[in-house]
């Protein structure tokens, strides 16, 4: 039971914000909401608070492909650089904004420099990668079944941040490139005690999004990373597949990698890729 400010005496059942305040000499406590009605009908488990919603919102989020495409020319030209989906995956992002030419396929028309500057006309925009998000269909995802112990690695939080910095080393990305790469998704790794990891190869890639640019003799490098957490329990599905393994493993063979793409007289494209299955 609370009085008002009047005098008015008011019990019951109410939702909304209390603040307390103790602060000095002052002393108050201020709610905003509004009084529940008929509150013997309302189950307390229902009155949930609002972190926990949110919460239960971003757990809600379809899973997403998070992918930056960079360019590495001899020298400046113009090319058109084209993505195909396949009908189970959509985009839902792209930065510069990319333009339809088909069901399922869009383009960028841009100018490479050498230095890896790219200069997209349409929204007259300088970056270093073009950015798309992708999302695929719920119903062909199972986790357990995409990132098992027969095809992926887990370890702890802990070990692979320094794992996955070396294994990006020897797919040939420069520090700063493994610094974003895994910079841009550190929250996610964080929120797990337990993660199991694969990349996938280029032919499974292509059969999702399939990229092509109007370049002769362009080498293509694309690390799609793939990872969920695991609990405690499930790790012991993991006991052969751990970090000891996933150090011995060839990943440059898993890709594909070729020696040409750090080789400066080739027109190369690196993607570099991140989903998160829950």
């Known amino acids: 039971m ?7 005496t008011v019990d019951g059942m109410f939702w909304g914000k209390l603040n307390v305040v103790h602060d000095g000499d002052t002393h108050k406590m201020e709610f905003s909401g509004t009084r529940i009605i008929n509150s013997e009908e309302i189950d307390p488990e229902l009155l949930i608070d609002s972190r926990i919603i949110q919460r239960m919102a971003d ?10 495409l960079s360019i590495l020319a001899p020298k400046q030209q113009y090319c058109d650089v084209f993505l195909q989906f396949s009908p189970l995956w959509k985009m839902s992002l792209a930065m510069p904004p990319a333009e339809a030419v088909g069901e399922d396929k869009v383009k960028w028309f841009v100018r490479v420099h050498p230095g890896g500057a790219l200069e997209h006309f349409e929204s007259l925009m300088n970056t270093t990668a073009l950015y798309y998000e992708a999302v695929p269909d719920p119903s062909m995802l199972d986790p357990i079944e995409f990132i098992a112990p027969r095809n992926s690695f ?8 320094p794992h996955l910095m070396r294994v990006l080393d020897q797919l040939g ?5 493994r610094t974003n790469f895994i910079n841009n998704s550190m929250s996610a790794f964080a929120a797990h005690k337990y993660i199991a990891y694969r990349f996938m190869t280029p032919s ?11 370049a002769e003799g362009c080498v ?15 790790m012991a599905l993991f006991a052969d597949a751990g970090e000891k393994e996933a150090n011995q493993y060839n990943w440059r063979e898993k ?3 070729s020696e040409l793409s750090k080789d400066p007289t080739c027109f190369r494209v690196l993607e570099t890729s991140v989903l998160e299955l829950a």
């Open 2 to 8: 609370a009085r008002m400010e009047d005098g008015t």
């Open 154 to 161: 887990a370890m702890s939080y802990q070990d692979f941040i």
């Open 173 to 177: 990305l420069s520090l700063h490139a």
């Open 220 to 234: 293509f490098t694309r690390m799609f990373l793939m990872f969920r957490g695991v609990s405690e329990d499930e």
């Open 204 to 214: 499974k890639l292509a059969a999702a999004i399939d990229i092509s640019v109007t």
């Open 255 to 257: 890709i594909n990698w």
């Open 59 to 68: 757990a809600s989020k379809p899973p997403t492909a998070r992918c930056h």
